[in-house]
């Protein structure tokens, strides 16, 4: 997570966003605490409390990571964590972007 929140800080715009989605039964009040703990200041919380996420984009496992491109189609997937704001990943991600805006 502290990693998704540079990346944001780094690539966050008009253009771009992180969405982390939480599917914490407790909501906010579960999901805050835990946000100020690890020093998220970047990321907007998103709930999904009804649950309905992981199976509508057949995520089985956690943490998994969808980047979704402008049209809001499936550009990539990512089962388990990774290091997002680091450059390499950074390159992955705007070579998947420019490639789905010339498709």
């Known amino acids: 997570m502290p990693s998704l929140d540079r990346l944001q800080s780094l690539k966050g715009g008009t253009d771009f966003e992180v969405v982390a989605l939480s599917i914490d039964k407790g909501g906010a009040e579960q999901v805050r605490p835990f946000f100020d703990e690890i ?3 970047r990321l907007e919380m998103f709930l999904d409390k009804p649950g309905v996420s992981m ?3 057949k ?13 809001g189609r ?4 990512w089962a ?3 290091e997002w704001d680091e450059s390499e990943t ?4 705007e070579a ?3 490639r789905a805006d010339r498709d």
Do not use: M, S, Y
């Not at 499936?74 to 997937?77: G, P, Q, T």
């Open 39 to 41: 020093g998220i200041k």
């Open 96 to 98: 998947l972007l420019t």
């Open 90 to 93: 950074i390159e992955e991600i």
């Open 59 to 71: 995520i089985v496992g956690l943490p998994t990571t969808l980047l979704i491109g402008k049209d």
């Open 80 to 82: 388990g964590p990774k």
């Open 55 to 57: 199976q509508a984009l």
């Open 74 to 77: 499936e550009l990539a997937r």
